[in-house]
């Protein structure tokens, strides 16, 4: 299920000046712990292995002067499902994010901040007090939350629910209209009930973050989390990385 990846892949190296000669996907372990458990070390070591081994395989073949375009399915699947992939992009960017927090177990150690591939988490706070902030440049890749030395980075569903009522509830263009007296036409109360739902978010969460310096909301929120049950996924190999449950 690589859908497009693959060929999209393809048409950066295509502009980049590169000729393709191949596509083909591998299955690799999924890390997505915000919605279910990490696999086992043994199975993450197996599926990573498999992989390999179809790496290395495609590789000579290419390198024999071959050329081998497989995933024609999935990309027509991919394409069909491209609608569905754009609105996680902006879900990913602007609500996701807006559900990770740092539990109690947080030491403010900065790890996920440091390792984040797009720089999107700021500590803030001083010294002993430092948590992490997620920003929304953030894409969901969960790698911080899988990395945390410490398994403190969760996923919360009372902010998700919160996030889901204000996404739903077209009150701000509900109040502008009821306040002016005016008829906003339904394009413009799409745009204002996007933008506003991206305001209320940003703000929602912001002061959330400060409220989770209280050790007693911190202790909420790390309660009323699915994902402290979670094992996280680790590839192997990465040093700071705990050891598997
Ligand atoms: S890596 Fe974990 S313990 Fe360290 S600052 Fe980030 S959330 Fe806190
Ligand atoms: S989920 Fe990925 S992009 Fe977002 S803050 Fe964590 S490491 Fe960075």
Redesign the pocket.
Known sequence: MEGTAGYLTAFLLLLKGYKTRGVMGIDMPSNWTALHWGLSIENVEHIISQAESKVKRFATLILQGDTKFNGIISLVLGLMLAPISLMYLVLAQFMLAKLFF??D???????????CPKQA?R?TGEDKE???YWRYSCDSCMA?MN???????EVSPLLAVVFYYIATVPFISYLISNWTGYYIEKNWIDLIQYISILITVYLVYLISHQFMRFPLVRTIFSKLTHTRYFRRYQAPGVP?AKSDK
Do not use: N, Q, T
């Open positions: 740092a539990s177990k947080c030491v403010g150690c900065g790890v996920c901040a440091r390792y988490i500590m430092k948590r992490p911080c990395y945390c030395p410490h398994e403190a980075i700071f």
